[in-house]
């Protein structure tokens, strides 16, 4: 089996109802990441990056996997697909995907701030002060925050470089190291990059630019790519 890698970004989930960061409606034209999404933040006020991410969570209780994400596992039927995402939501589990790793941790899960090994799962969204680890220590969102490494990047790294195609989905590209994971790509692997403003494609070599929305775009293309296998 080809193997399929899909890189996925915040416009995947958009339709599902989760603002997006950069966009004119995005979480960051209305917060500054450095308040609420650091380090620094959480040592300022806990209080208010707590609040953040409930907010975050509390909506993701509220939402439901799109096209797009179905499309996605679909494309297993003849593919191995690995997703790579730097979306912390959990819509590409939800929908059915097999392979999903995060890049930017999970909104439903919590770690303490003591043992980063610790990680619970959550199964409510208010995470407050004075909810504790095993060993008596606060937790804290597991995101990876601003200033923050990026534990999953080496995986990721290695996983693109097995890329057959290539998917980018929904994805400024704004951020690194995410956005440098499609170099290490084959350059002999196909590309799609999916964004209805797909303007960002400098360096790319073999990339197809779909114009389209991910619940549109999404689909078309993967019944494109069942098609040829
Ligand atoms: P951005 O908000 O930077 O980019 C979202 C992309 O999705 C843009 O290119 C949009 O054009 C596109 N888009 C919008 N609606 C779409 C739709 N319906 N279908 C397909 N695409 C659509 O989000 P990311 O690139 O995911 O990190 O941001 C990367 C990281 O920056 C996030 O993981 C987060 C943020 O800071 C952390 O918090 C560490």
Known sequence: MKKIIALTGAGISAESGISTFRDSDGLWKKY?????????AWERDPELVLEFYNQRRKQLFEVEPNAGHDALVKLEDKYDVQIITQNVDDL???AGSSNILHLHGELKKARSTADP??????DHWELKMGDKCEKGSQLRPHVVWFGEMVPNIEPAMEISSQADIYLIIGTSLNVYPAAGLVDFAPARAPKYLIDPKANRTAGFSNVTIIEKKASEGVPELVDQLLKDA
């Open 117 to 122: 090994n610790l990680v619970y799962e959550l």
């Open 32 to 40: 500054r990441f450095e308040e609420v999404a650091s380090p620094m």
């Open 92 to 94: 590409h589990e939800r």
